[in-house]
């Protein structure tokens, strides 16, 4: 960051006369009738007169947010303390939660959506309204038809949200996953697979055409051997292997254990597996020339990232689309992205466009102009997130209706290191700024 910017608006850091370091919600409106307080991140600690240190505050976990349209809970049935400690809140009320909604970003993994039949299109247009400050995963719960989970992905509110009013926590968050995973299995199916098959050392042959194949390599090693066999192929490092949530895992044998562990164990709450299972079909496109650049180099002078990438399901810009190029062929280069564009974006679940690459091969450089080239290339009826990403900080044209990250976050899990796993919830944990 350019030092005359260090104190500029998007960069200044909030700090009032006891030392605090403010999160830089300004938004709120402190007031003696307001007792919320925005939390701090950094404290100074003076009072010891044999030296000087800083306190951090880490943020508690995001794991659901319940929009309860309905109010089949109520404030006094629940200890949201102890929901809020274990990553859970829940907001009631029609008018409160647009009022909120409005407001703020939520960071949570899933978001539970509690409507009823009569009133789901109204509340349907109200979480599409607000999508860009909302998790990507969501659970629609019919409050007035108890029973199975339907073709809708609506599910048992009663049953579910008692564990809520009980803090019976950790069996809610293990419903609530076992409730997602039905709904990725019904995207799965879409795709043409009955089951994925994680395999180690040792492949199992399976006669079922219908089974999504994936395995961690060690270093890219037996690439070519395994790369037809399976759709999924994982460059396997130990930072890969790290970023896993299934405990302290450095090595593929690690990662197999662990996994079983969990996948024979009923009890267990199966969101590790889900979320492993999600990165590894989940479809991301990047249009970036630093990660293009990138993906043109060879992992230990073999494969190219470029290759390794798309077993990952990484897809970048062919390397005859040179997002490097010099101005004469900016026209001609333009034509060919937007062609891809259109191709690969009926696949992906995810495109990220650096938002120096729409300023310079599309000439859009407001704000209202980069959002219309954006509605314009990737059209509403298709599920696919946009999301810009830049290195600039806050940029002053960015538009109010897009989801964003920082490039320095995209390329620490693509070309500094490569996790696809990481990068798969960083994108689906992007919002609007």
């Known amino acids: 960051i350019p030092i005359e910017d260090i104190d500029d608006l998007d960069y200044k850091l909030n700090i009032d ?9 300004n938004d709120f409106n402190i007031s003696k009738k307001d007792k919320r307080k925005v939390p701090h991140l950094l404290k100074c600690n003076c009072k010891d007169k044999r030296g000087f240190g800083y306190s951090f505050f880490l943020v508690k976990p995001k794991e659901v947010l319940i929009l309860d349209f309905e109010e089949i809970v109520t404030d006094t049935s629940l200890n949201k303390t102890a929901l809020l400690n274990a990553g859970i809140q829940v907001i009631t ?5 647009k009022k909120k909604l409005s407001k ?10 509690v409507s009823s039949i009569e009133h789901r299109i109204l509340h349907e247009k109200i979480i599409a309204s607000h999508s860009l400050a909302l998790p990507n995963r969501i659970i629609w719960m019919n409050s007035t038809e108890f029973g199975k989970q339907n073709e809708k992905n609506e599910v048992n509110s009663k049953s579910l949200l008692s564990h809520l009013i009980s803090a019976s926590i950790d069996n809610f968050l293990k419903d609530v996953w076992d409730l997602w995973n039905i709904y990725f299995w019904r995207k799965m199916k879409l795709l043409g697979y009955e089951e994925m098959s994680f395999e180690g050392y040792k492949a199992r042959k399976n006669k079922s055409q219908n089974v999504y194949k994936w395995r961690f390599l060690n270093h890219a090693k037996e690439y070519e051997k395994y790369k037809k066999a399976y759709t999924y192929c994982d460059i396997g490092t130990s930072f890969s292997f790290s970023k896993i949530p299934l405990g302290n895992i450095t090595t593929i044998s690690e990662l197999i254990d662990a996994y079983e562990k969990v996948r024979v164990n009923v009890d267990a709450n199966k969101m590790p597996l889900i979320l492993l299972h999600e990165s590894v079909v989940t479809k991301i496109g990047i249009v970036d020339e630093r990660v293009q650049s990138f993906g043109k180099g060879k992992y230990r002078e073999k494969i190219t990232y470029n290759e ?3 077993k990952m399901n990484i897809c970048l810009p062919k390397k005859d689309i040179d997002l490097n190029c010099p101005n004469d062929k900016i026209e001609e280069v333009a034509s060919d992205l937007l062609r891809w564009i259109n191709v690969v974006s009926k696949k992906l679940d995810f495109l990220l466009i650096h938002l120096g690459i729409i300023e310079k091969f599309f000439g859009k450089e407001d704000d209202t102009s980069i959002k219309d080239f954006i509605d314009e290339i990737i059209p509403d009826d298709k599920d696919l997130k946009v999301i810009l990403i830049s290195g600039r900080g806050k940029p002053h044209n960015l538009p109010k209706k897009i ?16 996790s696809k796993y990481m990068l798969t919830d960083l994108c689906f944990s992007a919002r609007k700024l």
């Open 17 to 25: 006369n006891k030392g605090n370091w403010l999160t830089g919600e």
């Open 93 to 97: 009320q029609e008018e409160k939660i």
């Open 104 to 113: 703020y970003n939520y960071n949570h993994k899933i978001l539970v959506v």
């Open 308 to 310: 390794l990438f798309n």
């Open 403 to 418: 989801r964003f990250l920082n490039f320095s976050q995209v390329a620490y899990y693509t070309c500094d290191n490569q």
